[in-house]
């Protein structure tokens, strides 16, 4: 089993910054894609960023160079940060990790693992 821990949410002024941490925990060996979707109130969940071990990675429309994706993939940690700069208003929302493509040993289990959020809210 796989837990993902999020941390650095709260509250920020438009244009400020904030640094979100994601720690996966159990008994991880690999993990493919690593990475933070949001949901804000009333909205569908969507992508914010995501980074492949091999250092590739995606990002949401709406971030348009403002944030920046980086991992940990030393073999015993297994984290993912997101560096969030210039935030607005509309970047107010519950910030998830995710995790796909878990190899454990022998075992890979493809599918996903998300941790339960943490909120970011941008006002003044």
């Known amino acids: 089993q796989v837990q993902l821990v999020e941390s650095g949410g709260g509250l920020v002024q438009p244009g400020g910054s904030l640094r979100l941490s994601c720690v996966a925990s159990?008994?991880?060996?690999?993990?493919?894609?690593m990475g933070w979707y949001r949901q804000a109130p009333g909205q569908e969940r969507e992508l914010v960023a995501i980074m492949s071990r091999g250092g590739s990675t995606d990002y949401g429309d709406f971030v348009k160079d403002r944030f920046t994706i980086s991992r940990n993939n030393n073999g015993v940690e297994h984290t993912v940060y997101l560096q969030m700069n210039n935030l607005k208003p509309e970047d107010t929302a519950v910030y998830y990790c995710?995790?796909?493509?878990?190899?454990?040993?022998?075992?890979?289990?493809?599918?996903?693992?998300w941790g339960k959020g943490t909120l970011v809210t941008v006002s003044s």
């Open positions: 159990g008994s991880i060996t690999s993990i493919n894609v």
């Open positions: 995710e995790a796909t493509g878990v190899t454990s040993g022998m075992l890979f289990y493809g599918g996903e693992y």
